[in-house]
């Protein structure tokens, strides 16, 4: 299997893990069961993070790309990065307020002066902006840390009560009887406390997009000795640290506090391995295309899950949610990432790329024909 087809699988795996997160928000199921939980452990933050990382590595492929053809990298990526900004905005406002795109381009855009630095200097700006990150979680910062409140309802001993659970709910997340215009009317109207978590990871993100850099400056994609011993350490890296950091915050309140935000990147470096030594494999292989059909059309299919989510849930669609049982968010995830394995995979038996991305490129265009 070809690199980019791997890297495909990765974006295609990010994109389908992020909804494992977010399907809850739609279907506001608070049963509470081992699936719930298995979920959170699984998916919170980690692919998320999987994400970011994949924006890293695609930003210093295709810085290196503009390079060998001689054409000028801040006009063309900044401008890719203004146009992911609007994107980021339009599926703010319409579609979802939890959304990551805006964060990225912000993100991007300093990034992509840092990658033409000296490594030394990349490395530096890496830690600096990943200790802001910590400082911030561990208290150290009101701005760059997350509020814990959610965390104490959430993780309090006691059973909830239904009337709790709706409270939290209606409290937390836009309900499922808000009409869709008025839906986009609060996005607007509480537009920076629905910011409040894209503006704190920024630290996170631009750690995350320079490691990305900075493995493919090192040689990670190929399949030569050197990539695979890099891919190895991923995997170590990630098993090692991240996973027994993961399974001790399921014991230890004060290590569960920082999962999403901490423990979470680490565990994204362990997918991110795993990944890249499954793409080497036969096992799955009508799997790992439907995957890398999605990682194509990533754009097209993040956008896309949350706008299939919220006409299947919210009352001004077919109005689903909430959902009784955790087992049926479960199939209702299940389902939607099914759908658009299936549905990426037609399209792009007939199309070269994904609507959204097809639409970028004609943008992109616009100023400058050859990029």
Not at 118 to 145: D, E, N, P, R
Not at 261 to 282: D, E, N, Q
Request: glycine share 8%; aromatic share 14%.
């Amino acid at each position: 299997m070809d690199r980019f087809t791997t890297l495909d699988i990765a974006r295609g795996v990010a994109i389908l893990g992020t909804l494992g997160t977010n399907i809850w928000i739609f279907t506001m199921s608070m049963d509470n069961t081992w699936i719930s939980q298995a979920f959170t452990i699984l998916t919170n933050g980690k692919f998320l993070g999987l994400l970011t990382l994949m924006f890293g590595i695609g930003m210093q492929l295709k810085y290196n790309s503009l390079q060998k053809r001689g054409l000028p990298w801040y006009r063309i990526y900044w401008w890719s990065m203004l146009i992911l900004f609007v994107d980021g905005l339009l599926h703010f406002i319409f579609v979802f307020e939890f959304d990551v795109l805006m964060s990225y381009s912000l993100v991007g855009i300093l990034a992509s002066i840092i990658i033409t630095r000296s490594k030394k200097c990349i490395i530096i700006v890496l830690l600096l902006a990943l200790s802001i990150h910590v400082y911030g979680q561990l208290g150290g910062s009101t701005f760059f840390s997350s509020d814990d409140a959610i965390y104490d309802e959430l993780h309090n001993e006691r059973e909830f009560t239904e009337e709790e659970l709706l409270r939290f709910r209606d409290d937390t997340f836009m309900t499922d009887t808000t009409p869709y215009w008025a839906q986009v009317q609060l996005r607007l109207e509480y537009f920076w406390e629905n910011r409040s978590e894209a503006i704190m990871i920024l630290p996170m993100n631009l750690a995350l997009f320079l490691l990305g850099a900075l493995l493919v400056q090192s040689g990670l994609i190929g399949n030569d000795q050197k990539a695979r011993r890099i891919q190895r350490r991923l995997l170590f890296v990630g098993l090692f640290i991240g996973i027994p950091l993961l399974i001790a915050s399921q014991f230890i309140d004060e290590l569960a506090r920082l999962d999403r935000y901490v423990i979470a990147p680490f565990v994204s470096i362990f997918y991110l391995g795993v990944i890249f030594i499954w793409s080497r494999t036969s096992f799955a292989k009508h799997l790992q295309k439907g995957l890398s059909n999605v990682g194509k059309m990533a754009l097209t299919c993040y956008i896309g899950q949350n706008i299939i989510a919220s006409i299947l849930f919210y009352s001004w669609g077919i109005g689903l949610a909430p959902l009784a049982h955790d087992y049926l968010t479960a199939i209702a995830w299940l389902s939607i990432s099914t759908f658009l394995i299936i549905g990426s995979s037609i399209w792009l038996r007939f199309f070269k790329r994904g609507p959204i991305e097809s639409l970028w490129k004609k943008i992109e265009f616009l100023v400058y024909p050859k990029a």
